[in-house]
């Protein structure tokens, strides 16, 4: 559809899938498809529902129409439409404690539940990339690049995420699978401490020889290459 681009098997709707061609017995007991924020929300209010920001990251969402795309949903199950929660803005309140949630927390039966955001839309709130020209870099076991857009990108290739920030805004963002958890890998196979490795790779000039590592240990997301593997050339 117009808000659809092309998306990572890691996103949501690529995992169900997986799960109803190669394990049918528990497809056929699904009834909801939530996200884990979306989740600990019914527990704690009893409403199913998302934000955009997450509800963006599933590959069957319209991005730009802030809805869920239909078509998309049916590529993966005619039933994914029913499971899916309601999408909320992002001000919205989810609801507030239900009375036994509230007694378990010590908290008031009163007390209002906001519906939270994914980790990176929750990291641009924290860092300020609620504005153009604001830009976040994260290096973990991933990472990413991303900021704040007031129009929708859409990139049909997927290797920018067209996700949906949590402001009501959109946020692009790119991604690889294999950052600093290659590094460690490393360092880990070789029995040596971190400062250890660090004083050898620093006697090794640019260009290390001619020596060429493909950093691809868990596949990877940018470009979208799920079944790569790492290669020392």
Sequence with gaps: SEGCCAQPPGFTAPKVL?????EPEVFQLVRHVLLPNSFVNHYLTGRYCIECGDASGTAVMDVARRCWD???????????MEWLPDIIAPEEVVGTL??????????????????????NMMSALGAAAVREGVWVVSLGTSATLF?????????????????????????????????TAV????????????????????????????????????GERTPNWPHATGALL
């Excluded at 997986?18 to 190669?22: A, C, L, R, Y």
């Design 18 to 22: 997986w799960v109803k061609n190669n």
């Design 70 to 80: 239909p078509l998309a949903a049916a590529r993966v199950d005619d039933r994914l």
């Design 98 to 119: 239900r009375p036994e949630v509230a007694a378990e927390l010590g908290l008031s039966s009163s007390t209002i539940v906001a519906p939270g955001g994914g980790d």
């Design 147 to 179: 900021g704040h857009s007031a129009h929708p990108i859409l990139d049909p290739s997927g290797t920018v995420a067209p996700f949906c920030d949590c402001t009501g805004a959109w946020m692009p963002l790119l991604c690889i699978m294999n950052c």
């Design 183 to 218: 590094a460690e890998d490393a360092r880990a196979s070789s029995g040596l401490s971190h400062q250890q490795i660090t004083d050898l790779a620093v006697a090794v000039p640019p260009g290390c020889h001619g020596v060429n590592f493909l950093p691809y240990l868990t």
